[in-house]
Antibody, heavy 123, light 106 residues
Framework: EVQLVESGGGLVKPGGSLRLSCVVS????????MHWVRQAPGKGLEWVSS????????YYADSLKGRFTISRDHDKNSVLLQMNRLGVEDTAVYYC????????????????WGHGTLVTVSS | DIQMTQSPSTLSASVGDRVTITCRAS??????VAWYQQKPGKAPKLLIYRASTLEGGVPSRFSGSGSGTEFTLTISSLQPDDFATYFCQQYSKYSRTFGQGTKVEL
C-alpha cells in the first residue's frame, strides 16, 4: 500500500523556520518525483515545490521568493521541505504528493497524497 | 502562469442528480488536466487524469471530457459519498495550477 506520512508542522512565529518531512512507503521511492502542495484554511490548493526522482531538478512557486528548500533522502525514503522567514501567508496544511510515473517533474499530476501537516504562523 | 477557472463555486444537488463541473484554462493545455475530490479534513484524491482517464478504483459514474481550454467533470448519478469539493488541475507547459474548487452540497 502506498503511504506518504508528513510531519514537522506546528505553530511558529513570523520570521521563524520549520522543516517538514514526508516519509513514504509501498513504492520504489527513487522512481517518482515528489511534491509539496499547500492549502490555506478554507482555500484552494497551491503547488509549492517539486523535486525530480533523482533530485537533479527542483522547482518552486514564484510566490515563495527563495524562502523554501526541497530535498530528498533516498536512504530514508523521505522528502523534506525547509521553510525559512515564514509569514502569516504561509499558514496552511502542507501535503506531500507523488508525481505520476513517467511524467516530467514540472508537468505532472499527483496520484497519491499524504494526510497533510498543519503549519500555523502567528505571533 | 496558466489560470484555471472553475464553475460553479458551489453546486446544490440531490442524490441521483447528474452533476457537471466546468474548468476553463487561460490558454490551451491540450488534455493535461486532472480532477481531484476532497472531503473535509482529508487529502485530495485523484479521480481523473489526462482529461478523461479514470484513475483505478474510481467509480464509473465519474467521467471527464474536454481538450484545449474547456474541461468538464461529470457525475452521472450523484451518490451520498460524492458530496465533497472538486478541484481541477492543469499540468501543461512545465507548470501546475489548480482551479479554485467546486463544493457539491445537498
Amino acid at each position: 500500500e502506498v503511504q506518504l506520512v508528513e510531519s514537522g508542522g506546528g505553530l511558529v512565529k513570523p520570521g521563524g523556520s520549520l522543516r517538514l518531512s514526508c516519509v513514504v512507503s509501498g513504492f520504489t521511492f527513487s522512481d517518482y518525483s515528489m511534491h509539496w502542495v499547500r492549502q490555506a484554511p478554507g482555500k484552494g490548493l497551491e503547488w509549492v515545490s517539486s523535486i525530480s526522482s533523482s533530485g537533479s531538478y527542483i522547482y518552486y512557486a514564484d510566490s515563495l521568493k527563495g524562502r523554501f528548500t526541497i530535498s530528498r533522502d533516498h536512504d530514508k525514503n523521505s522528502v523534506l521541505l525547509q521553510m525559512n522567514r515564514l509569514g502569516v501567508e504561509d499558514t496552511a496544511v502542507y501535503y506531500c504528493a507523488r508525481g505520476a510515473l513517467g511524467l516530467p517533474v514540472a508537468a505532472t499530476y499527483f496520484d497519491s497524497w499524504g494526510h497533510g501537516t498543519l503549519v500555523t504562523v502567528s505571533s | 502562469d496558466i489560470q484555471m477557472t472553475q464553475s460553479p463555486s458551489t453546486l446544490s444537488a440531490s442524490v441521483g442528480d447528474r452533476v457537471t463541473i466546468t474548468c476553463r484554462a487561460s490558454q490551451s493545455v491540450s488534455s493535461w488536466v486532472a480532477w481531484y475530490q476532497q472531503k473535509p479534513g482529508k487529502a485530495p484524491k485523484l479521480l481523473i487524469y489526462r482529461a478523461s482517464t479514470l484513475e483505478g478504483g474510481v467509480p464509473s459514474r465519474f467521467s471527464g471530457s474536454g481538450s484545449g481550454t474547456e474541461f468538464t467533470l461529470t457525475i452521472s448519478s450523484l451518490q451520498p459519498d460524492d458530496f465533497a469539493t472538486y478541484f481541477c488541475q492543469q499540468y501543461s507547459k512545465y507548470s501546475r495550477t489548480f482551479g479554485q474548487g467546486t463544493k457539491v452540497e445537498l
